[in-house]
């Protein structure tokens, strides 16, 4: 795999549940933040204007969390080739200790963007994602 493209995050208020540390709705949003980020970073802009992605499945382990004013570093990458329209992402957030706290396994699915429709993902977008470290 490439090295892990790597995010980091603050909690805000908002994002702060009545337990007091950071509601796992927030969560989703980081993950999703951190695939969309990852695109737009690593992708060919002739890719990013012709394709978008949607989410399919998240399948999220929850291990420990942050309370504001912690901060969260976010990893994600790709382990494995796509399979016709869709590719597996992993992403895990570690906070400052260095323990991996939030993981996950996402699917997204690539759409044509001009057309809406689902599509195969091409071998030449598929490669700056894949490879080894």
Avoid: C
Avoid at 104 to 126: F, H, I, K, Y
Wanted: proline share 6%; glycine share 6%; net charge negative.
């Amino acid at each position: 795999m490439h090295t892990p493209f790597s995010r980091t995050f603050t909690p805000t208020p908002a994002d702060i549940d009545e337990l007091g540390h950071v509601n796992n709705a927030v969560w989703v949003r980081w993950i999703q933040d951190m695939a969309t980020s990852h695109w737009a970073a690593t992708a060919a802009p002739e890719h990013v204007d012709a394709y978008i992605w949607v989410v399919t499945r998240h399948e999220i382990d929850y291990r420990g969390n942050v309370a504001l004013g912690e901060g969260v570093t976010g990893r994600t990458w790709i382990e494995k080739p796509p399979r016709g329209a869709t590719f597996d992402r992993r992403v895990e957030f570690v906070n400052d200790a260095g323990k991996v706290i939030v993981s996950a396994n996402t699917t997204w699915a690539m759409l044509d963007r001009a057309s809406g429709r689902l599509m195969r993902v091409p071998a030449d977008v598929a490669a700056p994602f894949l490879g080894s470290a």
